[in-house]
Each structure stands twice: as structure tokens, then as C-alpha cells.
């Protein structure tokens, strides 16, 4: 068949070059999608993920059901800081196998113990006003490892914690819980 410009039947190659062109339009497509996925996977791995808080161990600092941001890059270039509140895989001796939520209280070389209603840390009494209420059980004095971490929920006495479990491998900590995107009457930083 040959192509006539008055021709009002379409040609193959009018046909083919339209194909051609939705092909090339749904592989940009595809391509597109492939990239996004790939992104948000590399910084859900490496940056940052999203994470909800699934008990009560944290109140009253974070409720059940909130939502967070919990940033990941920076402790790849620092250790956690007391005070800070960390993502973890707990120890295999809890034989659990989903992400923790705890505030860092003891570093490596810090001294640890509970008695009194108190947390004392390297022998004195810590100022805890985030907490639900003072710790009801004893802790004998305890010094924590070099590469490993004492950690702690805010709601003292009902938390699986270090209290019960020993002390956190560094290797373990997944990131910090940085932002609270949920509720929205909740929404801001976490201290």
C-alpha cells in the first residue's frame, strides 16, 4: 500500500507510529513508577520511616496509635544521646521480633539503679518530668557495657524495658523518633 496524502483510509506506518508512541509513553511511565519506588525505598532504608506506636509504654510523651517520623542517617555518624527517644530491634533474648520505642537513660560506662521511686543514674537521682509516674519495683546498681544502652518507656511501670530485659546493643537501635505527624492536634516535635 502506498501512502497518498488525499487518502482518507490511515496508513500502516500513520497506524505503527502511533503505537510506537504509546509505547514509548507507557515504558516512560513505567520508569517513573520503578524510580519513585526505588526512592522511597533507598530512604525508608537509610533516612527515614515512618512508625505507630502500638502500646502505652511511652505515655504520656506518645500515645497509643500516634505516628512518627523516625530519622535514621544521623546515627551513622553519632551514638544516641541520653534523653533521646530510639527505634529498636529488642534482644533476641526477648524472643520478640518487632520494633521497640524507648527512651535512651544510661551510655556506655554509666551506672544505673532504681530504688526509692527513682531512677539514679551514676548516683544521682534523675529529673524525670516526662514520665507517667515514678518506677514501683527495684533495680540493683548496674553498669552498662561499652556498645550497648540502658533504655526505658516513660510509662515506668508499664513497660518491657531494660528494667527487665538487660542492656540494648548499639547494633540493634534502627533510628530516632523525631516528629509526630498524628493526630494532627498532636502534631510537632519529640523532646
Avoid at 513505567?30 to 537509610?46: D, E, G
Amino acid at each position: 500500500m502506498v501512502d497518498h496524502p488525499n487518502s482518507t483510509e490511515p496508513s500502516r506506518s500513520s497506524l505503527g507510529h502511533g503505537f510506537w508512541r504509546r509505547l514509548s509513553s507507557q515504558r516512560e511511565n513505567i520508569q517513573t513508577i520503578l524510580l519513585a519506588v526505588f526512592l522511597a525505598l533507598l530512604i525508608r532504608s537509610f533516612v527515614a520511616e515512618a512508625r505507630y506506636i502500638p502500646s502505652g509504654s511511652m505515655e504520656p510523651t506518645l500515645r497509643i496509635d500516634d505516628r512518627l517520623i523516625v530519622e535514621k542517617l544521623s546515627y551513622e555518624f553519632q551514638q544516641p544521646e541520653r534523653g533521646q527517644v530510639i527505634v529498636f530491634m529488642p534482644p533476641k533474648r526477648t524472643n520478640i521480633d518487632q520494633a521497640f520505642i524507648k527512651r535512651v537513660i544510661g551510655l556506655p560506662g554509666d551506672t544505673i539503679e532504681v530504688n526509692n521511686g527513682k531512677v539514679i543514674l551514676n548516683g544521682a537521682a534523675l529529673n524525670e518530668p516526662y514520665t507517667a509516674a515514678p518506677p514501683a519495683y527495684v533495680l540493683p546498681r548496674q553498669q552498662v557495657p561499652p556498645g550497648h544502652f540502658f533504655v526505658m518507656g516513660d510509662n515506668r511501670n508499664n513497660s518491657f524495658d531494660s528494667h527487665l530485659w538487660g542492656f540494648l546493643p548499639r547494633q540493634n537501635v534502627i533510628g530516632r523518633a523525631v516528629f509526630r505527624f498524628w493526630p494532627l492536634e498532636r502534631v510537632g516535635t519529640i523532646d
